[in-house]
């Protein structure tokens, strides 16, 4: 149907209601013109003119065109979806997260054997817990500058072989100095594992983003889990140099199959635009989809200063062809030791920064706080009780039993985080936190005391989980593993100083101050969260600030 013109023009508004029904043609008849359809939806009393504003057609026509023929990682990885491809990222990432936990559970074991068999102070047995955490500060930034640097590929290959590597050397330690040395090396290791959460998330669609981060956080719990089995069955027949030395073993698998392990397709969008193809294509064949139509660009954008609908769908026709490139110097990101913070505290991302690490310190020192008590609670009070002051007959079991606490909170943050959003997630799980905690400013009784607790790591392990999801998200690429391992630093101090402060007032009597400050810090850690100045719930990842 061919509209015949009159004289009037009509608004801005108008224009943009017909331009929603313009298309290109493709049959080569029309050489690309743009033709005008009313079959669907006729206009009703609207005037078209002659001639329409060029301004007005060449904005609207570039941004149809524009749209039609390119698209971005977010829009790749929409096509194709979770499948094959990501439940192996899956696997391997997960098998890291054992790794981690698995190296920091056992300091629950190995600590009173070390002491019994050398004959050291309470103050050295604690010391081997402090030198990993302290180990974890370094590597926690050390990793995150590798990977931004270098690549993700790069980033987990150093957290595995140092973890690897010490983990099993530090079994055939002679003395107690060369112990803590190892342990304070497997520590740098260890804090460097938050890359595989950043490289995993890199590979999700955003629509569910979170539900799979949650499902990732799992391999925590198995981590924790397979530790107290392992112990349990190895400790009182082989020792402790047996269990550091089987435990390392998760690093070793990760190290097998490096060489398989992809690089993220976000990373090497902004180095490599054919190489980021390559590898979107890969993961099109293994799910078998394909991939938009268009030519692949990275998304200039920040998600700072746009809002995505998820909702949107693309074209799964693509004439990309893989090509083998070098990376580009010019942009290539580096990050420093000083331009690093000078990036996370600019004027966009300082609040941010400054509230994750509040939470991130919050949310360390609650778990494992929790976690000590859980036995701590259940004792009389003693003076000379040691710290996880539970006997060797029943710890193993005791560990392994309250570990499964973490599970319902894993499992419940996986089913809200992208339905109600980040924030309120963690909401509901602190403040519940620090509703089910207010019973214990009086003695309850055992069943009580460790039911109450046993909610309370369930609620503190789902914020957890759900802040490992916002974290990254917040920050672009060219950033994400450093200001996700600054954080991650910074929650390392909260679980030094949680078995000194709070475990130390409960070990000592003081039952209500213990409480009261767990609740202070849960609450204020809420608070801080209520100012996050995002809601990354179905966001785009961006590449740059």
């Not at 080569?28 to 003119?49: C, D, I, T, W, Y």
């Not at 301004?55 to 929409?78: C, G, S």
């Not at 499964?404 to 909401?427: H, K, N, Q, T, Y």
């Amino acid at each position: 149907m061919i509209l015949r013109s009159q004289n009037t023009i009509p608004g801005r508004k108008q224009l943009h209601h017909m331009a929603f029904f313009l298309w290109r043609q493709d049959d080569g008849a029309s050489n690309g013109f743009l033709s005008l359809s009313l079959r669907q939806r006729p206009f009703k009393g609207v005037a078209v003119p002659r001639f329409l504003p060029s301004e007005f057609w060449l904005q609207e026509t570039k941004q149809m065109e524009e749209a039609r023929t390119t698209y971005t990682v977010d829009d790749a990885l929409l096509s194709v979806g979770f499948g094959k491809f990501q439940a192996l990222i899956l696997v391997y990432a997960g098998m890291g997260w054992v790794a981690e936990a698995m190296e920091i559970m056992l300091l629950s074991f190995v600590g009173s054997s070390v002491q019994e068999e050398w004959n050291i102070t309470p103050n050295k047995e604690s010391l081997l817990t402090s030198v990993v955490f302290g180990g974890m500060m370094v590597g926690a930034y050390s990793g995150g500058v590798v990977s931004d640097n270098y690549g993700r590929r790069k980033g987990f290959l150093f957290t595995s072989l140092v973890t690897a590597v010490a983990g099993f050397l530090s079994s055939f330690s002679p003395n107690y100095i060369c112990l803590i040395t190892s342990r304070f090396i497997v520590g740098i290791g260890l804090g460097g594992a938050h890359v595989f959460a950043s490289w995993f998330l890199e590979f999700i669609p955003a629509p569910n983003r979170g539900t799979w981060m949650a499902v990732y956080q799992i391999s925590w719990t198995v981590g924790t889990i397979l530790e107290a089995s392992l112990a349990w069955f190895i400790m009182p027949t082989l020792g402790w140099r047996w269990l550091l030395a089987v435990s390392s073993l998760p690093a070793f698998v990760l190290l097998l199959f490096y060489n398989i392990a992809p690089e993220s397709p976000r990373y090497l969008s902004m180095r490599s635009k054919a190489d980021a193809v390559c590898m979107l294509e890969k993961m099109a064949r293994m799910n078998k989809m394909m991939l938009p139509h268009g030519t692949f660009t990275s998304d200039p954008k920040s998600e700072f200063d746009i809002n995505h609908d998820s909702s949107e769908t693309t074209p799964l026709i693509t004439h990309q062809i893989c090509e083998t490139s070098t990376i580009s110097k010019d942009t290539k990101t580096e990050v420093g030791l000083i331009s690093v913070f000078y990036k996370l505290l600019s004027p966009k991302l300082a609040r941010t920064t400054l509230l994750l690490w509040i939470v991130y310190f919050g949310n360390a020192f609650a778990y494992y706080g929790i976690v000590l008590l859980t036995s701590e609670l259940t004792i009389k009070c003693n003076w000379n009780a040691p710290l996880l002051s539970v006997s060797k007959d029943n710890s193993y079991r005791d560990i392994f039993v309250t570990s499964f606490a973490e599970l319902p909170g894993l499992l419940l943050s996986a089913a809200i985080v992208d339905r109600i959003g980040r924030r309120p997630s963690m909401l509901i799980f602190l403040f519940t936190n620090c509703f089910l905690l207010i019973p214990l400013f009086w003695h309850q009784n055992e069943l009580l005391t460790t039911s109450l607790l046993f909610g309370a790591r369930a609620c503190i392990m789902g914020s957890f989980s759900i802040l490992y999801v916002y974290a990254p998200e917040v920050y672009p690429t060219s950033l994400r593993t450093t200001g996700v391992g600054v954080a991650n630093a910074i929650s390392r101090i909260g679980a030094m100083i949680c078995p000194l402060v709070a475990v130390g007032l409960v070990k000592g009597c003081y039952q209500i101050a213990a409480i009261s400050l767990f609740e202070i810090v849960i609450f204020l850690t809420g608070l801080a969260i209520m100012f996050f100045p995002l809601e990354t719930k179905g966001r785009r990842l961006t590449d740059t600030l």
